[in-house]
């Protein structure tokens, strides 16, 4: 009997033994497929962006429903496209929306400053504008905005037009005007005086930032006109600047890790407007360019640096391009 028993205790650890040594292959098999498995990102929260849209049309118009979306440069706001914005909707009879980018103007402001964050804004936007596709048309951030959503979502956009911006990257020239520039945001309110109003804060900033650009050698100064659009706000006797400031002072550590890479193929039309005096040489990134949009069109506008919009010559490259069927 002491036999049997003691055969009986050993067989039964055997089995518990083999069962548990099962039971874990089972589970490193399990663990090894997950990771080969690849697990899709989650997608970053959208916000609500503030924005415009107007429309000029005449009895004749064709009932258009594909609007032209504006997206500004890194420090700008909405209103940095007065002038074009209105153009726009007279010379194409299409609704045009000029919207604030997260963290700048009106729009909501947070810690998520990346690119990517800021497409999936735009997808947003679409949703809050109830069409299917837009025309996109972004400068600077607002073209990486603009390039990073179509190549995520090429069904939603019917053309692409970018202002100086290249895909992926900058030049070291490029790096250095943006941190520059960031340097100089970071300034203004210190150089407001106390009372001013709206207006003699705009006057004292533009000055200021011509100076300074002056100084920096940039080709990029802005006219007189350009003080009614600087994205100032002044309230009981304090003004800013209509920006993150301290999310710039973020960036500036870093400027590069808020531009996503941007991968993908968009086969629409695609239209890049660089100025040929611009540090962020477009047309020497034509072959990258070309891999992501193959119909893309590069169209230099001489003298321009990187702020090409206030030309004539980028009106007339762009109205040709979306009133082209």
Not at 171 to 189: D, G, R
């Amino acid at each position: 009997m002491v036999v049997r028993s003691l055969s009986s205790s050993i067989l039964t650890d055997y089995r518990l033994k083999m069962l548990l040594q099962s039971t874990l292959l089972c589970l490193f098999a399990l663990l090894q497929a997950s990771l080969e498995i690849p697990i899709a990102a989650e997608k970053p929260k959208p916000v609500d962006l503030t924005y415009s849209c107007m429309r000029v049309t005449s009895g004749t118009a064709k009932n258009d429903t594909t609007p032209i979306i504006l997206l500004h440069g890194l420090a700008m706001a909405k209103e940095s496209w007065m002038g074009v914005y209105q153009l726009l909707a007279l010379k194409t009879s299409k609704r045009v929306c000029i919207a604030d980018l997260r963290n700048h103007g009106d729009s909501p402001w947070n810690k998520e400053a990346d690119v990517a964050s800021m497409a999936e804004d735009i997808n947003r936007l679409l949703e809050l504008l109830k069409v299917p596709k837009a025309i996109v048309l972004g400068h600077s951030l607002g073209g990486k905005v603009a390039m990073h959503f179509t190549l995520n979502y090429p069904s939603k956009v019917e053309k692409l037009i970018v202002e100086d911006m290249r895909p992926n990257g900058l030049t070291p020239q490029a790096l250095a005007e943006i941190k520059f520039f960031l340097v100089l945001i970071q300034q203004v309110p210190k150089i407001i005086p106390k009372g001013a109003s709206e207006k003699e804060a705009k006057t004292v900033v533009l000055s200021f930032l011509n100076n300074q650009l002056k100084k920096f050698n940039s080709t990029d100064l802005l006219d007189d006109r350009a003080a009614d659009f600087l994205p100032i706000k002044c309230s009981e006797g304090k003004c800013h600047w209509k920006t993150n400031i301290e999310l710039i002072g973020e960036i500036l550590k870093n400027p590069l890790a808020a531009l996503t890479e941007s991968s993908g193929r968009f086969d629409n039309p695609t239209l890049f407007v660089y100025g040929t005096e611009s540090p962020f040489k477009i047309k020497e990134d034509e072959s990258s360019i070309k891999k992501l949009f193959p119909k893309a069109e590069l169209v230099g506008v001489e003298g321009a640096s990187h702020i090409v919009h206030s030309r004539p010559e980028f009106l007339d490259a762009v109205i040709k391009f979306i009133n082209r069927a």
